[in-house]
C-alpha cells in the first residue's frame, strides 16, 4: 500500500500570501491518479484537483496543482479567508489518503 | 444538483451490527461506481469500500474485509454498507462518494455530508 506523508502539518499564512503544500509518496504515482482535497471545519471534503493538475469544477484558478513521481504539489497562489481549511492529497490503487495539511489564514 | 444524503448511522456496542444507506440523486445513478470513506475523529479520511456500477464488483480496506458489506440497489438509486462485528475502532464519521473516471482519472467527486457511527461500551 502506498503511504501518502503531507508537509507541513500546519500552514499559518495572511491573506495574500501564496501557500505551498506537498504531498509526499511511498513508491511512484500514476500523475493520472493524484488527487487534492478541501475540508473546511464541519463540512465534507471537496474535490479540488485531479490527475494532478485539472481542476475540478468551479475550483478557483488560484489552486494549482503539479507534481511527478513521488512528489506532488498543492499551490495556492493568493490566500483568501475561505480558503482556510485542511487540503488533503489522495491517491489511486488502493484509495489512500495523506494526513492532511491545515492552511490557517491569519 | 448532485446530492447523496446518508442515513443509518447511530451509537451501537462493540460487537454489533449498522447498516448504513446512502440515497442518490440528481445523476444517472447507473454511471459510477460508490465508495464509502471514514474519517476518525481528528484523524486521515480512509477509504472504506468501493462497489462497481453494476453492483457485481465490489472492493474493501483490509480493516474492514470480512465484517463489512456493500451493495447496491440501481432501481432505488441507493448503496448500503452493513458493517458486522464493530469495534471501537470504527468509529468514525461515514461519507458516501460518487466515484468519477472520465477521461480515465479517477476522483472522488462528490460527497455527502456524513453519517456518524460511535461504536461504544
Known amino acids: 500500500e502506498i503511504v501518502l506523508t503531507q508537509s507541513p502539518d500546519t500552514l499559518s499564512l495572511s491573506p495574500g500570501e501564496r501557500a505551498t503544500l506537498s504531498c509526499r509518496a511511498s513508491?511512484?504515482?500514476?500523475?493520472?491518479?493524484l488527487v487534492w482535497y478541501q475540508q473546511r471545519p464541519g463540512q465534507a471534503p471537496r474535490l479540488l484537483i485531479y490527475?494532478?493538475?485539472s481542476r475540478a469544477t468551479g475550483i478557483p484558478a488560484r489552486f494549482i496543482g503539479s507534481g511527478s513521481g513521488t512528489d506532488f504539489t498543492l499551490t495556492i497562489s493568493r490566500l483568501e479567508p475561505e480558503d482556510s481549511a485542511v487540503y488533503y492529497c489522495?491517491?489511486?490503487?488502493?484509495?489512500?489518503f495523506g494526513q492532511g495539511t491545515k492552511v490557517e489564514i491569519k | 444538483e448532485v446530492e447523496l444524503v446518508e442515513s443509518g448511522g447511530g451509537w451501537v456496542q462493540p460487537g454489533g451490527s449498522l447498516r448504513l444507506s446512502c440515497a442518490a440523486t440528481?445523476?444517472?445513478?447507473?454511471?459510477?461506481?460508490m465508495s464509502w470513506v471514514r474519517q476518525a475523529p481528528g484523524k486521515r479520511l480512509e477509504w472504506v469500500s468501493a462497489?462497481?456500477?453494476?453492483?457485481?464488483?465490489?472492493y474493501y480496506a483490509d480493516s474492514v474485509r470480512g465484517r463489512f458489506t456493500i451493495s447496491r440497489d440501481n432501481s432505488k438509486n441507493t448503496v448500503d454498507l452493513q458493517m458486522n462485528s464493530l469495534g471501537v475502532e470504527d468509529t468514525a464519521i461515514y461519507y458516501c462518494?460518487?466515484?468519477?473516471?472520465?477521461?480515465?482519472?479517477?476522483?472522488?467527486?462528490?460527497w455527502g455530508q456524513g453519517s456518524l457511527v460511535t461504536v461504544s461500551s
Open positions: 462497489i462497481g456500477a453494476g453492483g457485481s464488483r465490489t
Open positions: 462518494v460518487k466515484e468519477e473516471w472520465s477521461s480515465d482519472l479517477p476522483r472522488f467527486e462528490y
Open positions: 513508491q511512484s504515482v500514476s500523475s493520472s491518479h
Open positions: 440528481g445523476f444517472t445513478f447507473t454511471c459510477c461506481a
Open positions: 490527475g494532478t493538475s
Open positions: 489522495q491517491q489511486y490503487h488502493p484509495w489512500t
